[in-house]
């Protein structure tokens, strides 16, 4: 069953070769949906099944993004000679037309405006510290934590992973040295948003994931 809804799932983009979408625009997630995934899988994501095309608004946002993920990266557990090959072909050909797109982007469009279950999903999903610090953190910090001036946020790709626990410890605890009317407010502020959000992580975990990702050797 899970290869079929992946096999159709990359069906649904293969409508992306046609010449009338093969531009150098750039489509959003709700866009390539609505002007051509909805033609086989429904304006809701309801299925079709005179065309075969299976329902997408009961599938779990992990399976939907990994199928997208596995479609663009090439990887699946179909064998060769099968309609995958076409559709892989299909998908190398959106990507050089310039026709690219985000598989994280089109699973949350897909399932939060359609899968029944997205909002409990969003008020206990566990997040991890690749996402809170790519959704909230990188805003001011920068994507590769390089630190952004117009927004006084300092770098964080150059501090030792002892040093970036001993400072999220102390954003946690409230316990930095700096006076009130400074941008330890701010940091706190902004951590509390964090929490409220569903976003708790670690000092620990999250100074490893930022040194590990970013620091520069």
């Given at each position: 069953?899970?290869?079929?809804k992946?096999?159709?799932?990359?069906?649904?983009?293969s409508f992306?070769?046609s010449?009338?979408?093969?531009?150098?625009?750039?489509?959003?997630?709700?866009?390539?949906?609505?002007?051509?995934?909805?033609?086989?899988?429904?304006?809701n994501?309801?299925?079709?099944?005179?065309?075969?095309?299976p329902?997408l608004?009961?599938?779990?946002?992990?399976?939907?993004?990994?199928?997208?993920?596995?479609?663009?990266?090439?990887?699946s557990?179909?064998s060769?000679?099968?309609?995958?090959?076409?559709?892989?072909?299909?998908?190398?050909?959106?990507?050089?037309?310039?026709?690219?797109?985000?598989?994280?982007?089109?699973?949350?469009?897909?399932f939060?405006?359609?899968?029944?279950?997205?909002?409990?999903?969003?008020?206990?999903?566990?997040?991890t510290?690749?996402?809170i610090?790519?959704?909230?953190?990188?805003k001011?910090?920068?994507?590769?934590?390089?630190?952004?001036?117009?927004?006084n946020?300092?770098?964080?790709?150059?501090?030792?992973?002892?040093?970036?626990?001993?400072?999220?410890?102390?954003?946690?605890?409230?316990?930095?040295?700096?006076?009130?009317?400074?941008?330890?407010?701010?940091?706190?502020?902004?951590?509390?948003?964090?929490?409220?959000?569903?976003?708790?992580?670690?000092?620990?975990?999250?100074?490893?994931?930022?040194?590990?990702?970013?620091?520069?050797?």
């Open positions: 069953m899970q290869v079929n992946t096999l159709y799932l990359v069906f649904m983009i992306l070769t010449g009338l979408y093969a531009q150098n625009n750039k489509y959003t997630a709700k866009e390539v949906y609505t002007l051509m995934c909805s033609k086989c899988h429904g304006i994501a309801e299925g079709n099944i005179e065309k075969s095309a329902s608004n009961n599938i779990d946002l992990n399976e939907l993004e990994i199928s997208l993920f596995d479609l663009k990266s090439g990887a557990y179909q060769s000679g099968t309609n995958h090959d076409v559709m892989q072909h299909n998908m190398k050909v959106i990507i050089q037309k310039g026709m690219n797109y985000d598989p994280k982007k089109m699973a949350n469009y897909i939060f405006n359609f899968n029944k279950n997205a909002k409990s999903y969003k008020k206990n999903k566990k997040y510290v690749s996402e610090y790519e959704q909230m953190c990188s001011c910090h920068g994507k590769k934590a390089q630190g952004i001036v117009s927004k946020a300092p770098a964080l790709n150059n501090k030792l992973l002892h040093d970036l626990e001993l400072e999220l410890v102390d954003i946690q605890d409230k316990t930095l040295t700096q006076s009130s009317g400074t941008n330890h407010d701010i940091m706190e502020r902004n951590h509390s948003i964090i929490e409220k959000k569903g976003m708790k992580y670690t000092p620990k975990e999250m100074a490893e994931y930022i040194y590990t990702q970013f620091y520069n050797k």
